[in-house]
């Protein structure tokens, strides 16, 4: 499986606005996961989507929080009004690495900034 | 929820020197996976390791799930094993993972 690759690398926005963030390339036999790890901090798990579907998310993913398959291949996370507090790297992983062994694997990241 | 507890929390190592990083949980699991967050903010999965024990070059993992906890050793620390590491741990093998605080490792020449 190729690696997890996340886009953009870093946005900055202001506080209202929406924001897609972008991880490619998905396959219909992998779980994805979104975390977040605001500047300093722990690594909070957010959501986690298998088979088109959530299949755990956290009290962090309230309604301004959404997942996606837009086109098949992408898997977004959309936060509808960002607020000061969204501030945070974002990491989209899955399930397997390279050689298909079962450990959660990272993209770089997403650096979001809400101004 | 799980609670996940990383000791010590800051660890300041002269290269060369050996180094064992614990990690404690509250529950039982069946999932739990080391990562090393390198200074760009990467993090890289080291083990997955729910029992047992693993050696992957100078680094090896050791897990006691009857026991609740997990260690993480370092031999012969190099510069860029600085970082900071992480324990997750989680109720099944697909499961979100609960991740500790970490422990920042900081490595000198």
């Known amino acids: 499986e190729p690696e997890v690759t996340q886009t953009p690398s870093h946005q900055v926005t202001q506080m209202g606005q929406e924001v897609i963030l972008r991880c490619v390339p998905i396959?219909?036999?992998?779980?994805f996961y979104w975390y977040r790890q605001i500047l300093g901090q722990k690594v909070e798990f957010l959501v986690s989507?298998?088979?088109?579907?959530?299949?755990?998310k956290s009290e962090i993913f309230d309604d301004q929080f959404s997942v996606e398959r837009p086109d098949g291949s992408n898997f977004t996370l959309k936060i509808r009004s960002t607020k000061l507090e969204d501030s945070a790297m974002y990491f989209c992983?899955?399930?397997?690495?390279?050689?298909?062994?079962?450990?959660?694997?990272f993209g770089a990241g997403s650096r979001l900034t809400v101004l | 929820g799980i609670q996940v507890e990383q000791s010590p929390p800051d660890l300041i190592l002269q290269e060369g020197a050996n180094s064992t990083l614990r990690c404690n949980f509250s529950?039982?699991?069946?999932?739990l996976q080391w990562f090393h967050q390198n200074p760009w903010g990467q993090l890289i999965n080291l083990f997955y390791i729910p029992s047992g024990t693993k050696q992957n070059g100078r680094l090896s993992a050791t897990t006691v799930a009857t026991e609740r906890y997990s260690l993480l050793y370092i031999s012969s620390s190099q510069t860029t094993d600085s970082g900071v590491y992480f324990c997750a741990v989680g109720p099944r093998a697909n499961s979100k993972l609960t991740f500790g605080k970490g422990i920042t490792l900081s490595v000198r020449p």
């Open positions: 989507f298998y088979n088109n579907e959530i299949s755990e």
């Open positions: 529950d039982s699991v069946n999932n």
């Open positions: 992983a899955r399930n397997r690495d390279a050689s298909g062994a079962n450990v959660l694997t």
């Open positions: 396959s219909n036999h992998l779980y």
